[in-house]
């Protein structure tokens, strides 16, 4: 059962990053190749459709942090652009 919430967590988390990431001008397809991994995992963990989500295993550790490390770049980025 924990295991079931971790990875429900995981999956959230991992697709609320790359909506932020995208959000701040990052295309799927670039979060896949920095991730690499297909993008058809990252429209999978985006759905949040259960179905889908069994054909895909959950965001490591790793790739979270990847993904949180990205999504600071692209806000800096931005930023920098502003100044």
């Known amino acids: 059962m924990a295991d079931d919430r971790d990875k429900m967590l995981r999956f959230r988390t991992g697709s609320e990053l790359v909506r ?3 959000e701040n001008g990052a ?5 896949a190749k920095f991730l690499r991994i297909s993008p058809t995992t990252i429209s999978h963990w985006q759905s949040g459709d259960p179905d889908r989500l069994r054909r895909v295993k959950a965001p490591t550790d790793e790739q979270l942090l990847r993904l949180a490390g990205f999504l ?3 806000v800096k980025s931005n930023l920098d652009k502003l100044m």
């Open 27 to 31: 295309t799927a397809r670039e979060v």
């Open 20 to 22: 932020r990431i995208k």
């Open 72 to 74: 600071s770049y692209r």
